[in-house]
């Protein structure tokens, strides 16, 4: 959602959302090739170039009946939002993840921050051709600072809520339920892992995914027998 001073900017056309997007996940700018090729993929670029600067405009135009400060800045043929007037969430998830890589002090805390600073799926609800890799990259950073502040956990309950939230970041993760499975058995409720379990394996199988042996068969420990 783009907002200014509180208010939110409507934007109609997809394109200009998915411009907008993109330039975000590009701090550093696009130039039109890049544009026109990942919002209109297939078509040869000097087809839609017209098309690109029709929904930039719109943009503009979106953001100019709110706020005087132009939103994207034109240098050459790049493009870019303009850094020093705006803030992007995922802007501020980035950096904490860069703290969090180099704290050398407080690395806990450096990586909450990093948990705090998610706020969801990139661009939740829609499914743009080339949003999957940023958006994968983003879950793999976040389930990263959620497993590693697990791991440093003196309190085991914790750790578990730990893992636990990053399963509902990544449902299908195996590495994830792992884990939670383990931090159950070392709680001693067999019974909660084996439902994890179940509910894991139903959910690989209802989506047509491939599921790991070791994560497929529950451990002696957690179906109840006796030795």
């Given amino acids: 959602m783009l907002q200014c001073h509180g208010r939110p900017v409507t934007?109609?056309?997809?394109?200009?959302?998915q411009a907008l997007v993109f330039l975000a996940v590009h701090p550093d700018g696009a130039?039109?090739?890049?544009?026109?090729t990942a919002i209109w993929p297939g078509l040869p670029a000097h087809t839609v170039t017209s098309r690109l600067y029709t929904t930039l405009s719109d943009l503009r135009k979106a953001v100019a009946a709110v706020s005087e400060i132009p939103l994207i800045e034109h240098t050459g043929d790049r493009y870019r939002l303009r850094r020093d007037h705006i803030e992007v969430?995922?802007?501020r998830f980035h950096a904490a993840v860069e703290h969090a890589a180099t704290a050398v002090t407080a690395r806990p805390a450096a990586r909450q921050a990093v948990i705090n600073a998610?706020?969801?799926?990139?661009a939740a609800g829609h499914d743009?051709?080339?949003?999957?890799?940023?958006?994968?990259a983003l879950r793999r950073r976040v389930i990263d600072a959620y497993t590693a502040l697990a791991a440093t956990q003196p309190d085991p309950r914790r750790a578990l809520s730990l893992l636990q939230d990053a399963i509902r970041v990544d449902p299908y993760?195996?590495?994830?339920?792992?884990?939670?499975?383990?931090?159950?058995?070392?709680?001693?409720?067999?019974?909660?892992?084996?439902?994890?379990?179940?509910?894991?394996?139903?959910?690989?199988t209802d989506a047509g995914l491939e599921h790991e042996e070791e994560v497929r068969q529950p451990r002696a420990a957690?179906?109840?027998q006796k030795h």
């Fill in 31 to 36: 130039n039109s090739r890049d544009l026109t």
């Fill in 128 to 136: 743009w051709p080339w949003l999957n890799p940023p958006r994968e």
């Fill in 11 to 17: 934007i109609r056309r997809t394109a200009a959302r």
């Fill in 222 to 224: 957690s179906s109840g």
């Fill in 118 to 122: 998610y706020t969801g799926n990139l």
């Fill in 173 to 204: 993760n195996e590495d994830l339920h792992r884990r939670a499975i383990h931090a159950l058995e070392a709680l001693g409720d067999h019974a909660a892992a084996e439902d994890l379990l179940t509910t894991f394996n139903r959910r690989l």
């Fill in 89 to 91: 969430d995922l802007w």
